[in-house]
């Protein structure tokens, strides 16, 4: 409703007249990497941007991109402090959240998630953030989601989760990425009577700290840029339809 009456406003030439509310986004981890592009991207489409960090302090990009567009508030967010979550779920208790884009995820320590040589410590962090992290955000943020006009939540997942793909390596990563989307089918289920929808959207193989990190060098490759315009084309598109169905970022589905 809120982009109908903006729409409205330009066409009957009063902007300035009176000014339409902005639709809003909440971002996890969007100091780097695709977090960071999505922030930029929606600030830059005038929409409100809820920018959350681990360490705001040290988001020297963040900042700067803050203090070129008023639309964009830092917050502090750790996915798996819980007094984090909730003191950020107080502040904005009320306000409607159109999209809320579960982006904060990590790869891990790749040798010691190799079978043959796994790690407990491994295992419970990459689940921590990757799983419960998005299942914790979005269940705090629920009702601002509910409250708004777009109603969509969105998790990061990777085609690595896919049961469909094969590979001997990344095994705490590929199954966090899998538990997260079958989160996300559950979380569907409750939510979907409230006109809910739910994104679980690969961002295809994007130039991120995380990819160096993981040591790909393919053909693949699109820039982070490509990758969270493609997903925000999907997220915009989103439907009943297609709601928690994995979807890359260039519009294609995938097998779970
Ligand atoms: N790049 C790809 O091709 C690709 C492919 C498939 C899926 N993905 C998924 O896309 C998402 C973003 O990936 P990326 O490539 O942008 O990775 P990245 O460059 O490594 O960035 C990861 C982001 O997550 C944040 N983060 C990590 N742990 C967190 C926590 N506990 N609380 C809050 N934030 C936390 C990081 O913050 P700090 O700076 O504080 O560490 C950083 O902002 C991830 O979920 C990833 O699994 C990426």
């Known amino acids: 409703m809120r ?30 990497g695709l977090g960071f592009e999505f922030a930029k991207q929606y ?11 681990r360490s705001p302090d040290q988001a ?8 070129k567009h008023k639309n964009i508030s830092i917050e502090r967010l750790d996915v798996v402090d819980e007094g984090e979550i909730e003191a950020l779920a107080v502040k904005y208790k ?5 999209v809320l884009i579960n982006n904060a995820g990590i790869l891990g320590d790749v040798p010691k998630q190799t079978f043959g040589s796994v790690d407990r410590a491994n295992f419970d962090r990459i689940m921590d953030v990757n799983v419960y992290g998005a ?8 009702d601002n ?4 006009d777009e109603k969509k939540i969105v998790a990061l997942t990777s085609l690595m989760g896919s049961i469909a793909a094969t590979g001997p390596s990344h095994t705490f990563y590929r199954a966090s990425k899998a538990a997260l989307g ?21 961002p295809c193989v994007a130039e991120t700290d995380m990819l160096k990190e993981f040591g790909y060098e393919g053909p693949m490759t699109v820039s982070a840029e490509t990758a969270v315009s493609g997903m925000r084309d999907v997220i915009a598109n989103l439907t009943q339809e297609t709601s928690a169905k994995p979807i890359n970022c260039d519009g294609k589905p995938f097998e779970w």
């Not at 600030?43 to 960090?53: K, P």
């Not at 009320?94 to 159109?98: A, M, Q, R, T, V």
């Not at 299942?135 to 629920?142: G, Q, Y």
């Open 182 to 202: 079958m989160s996300m089918r559950v979380i569907n289920g409750h939510l979907r009577r409230d006109g809910v929808v739910v994104g679980v959207i690969a």
């Open 135 to 142: 299942i914790a955000v979005t269940e705090a943020f629920r």
């Open 43 to 53: 600030a830059e489409a005038g929409w409100d941007v809820i920018a959350t960090c």
């Open 60 to 67: 020297d990009e963040l900042k700067a991109l803050a203090a």
């Open 94 to 98: 009320g306000k409607p959240i159109d």
């Open 3 to 32: 982009h109908i009456l903006t729409a409205l406003f330009f066409s009957a030439g009063m902007l300035g007249a009176q000014v339409a509310e902005a639709a809003t986004v909440l971002i996890t981890g969007s100091n780097r």
């Open 145 to 148: 989601v509910v409250a708004s």
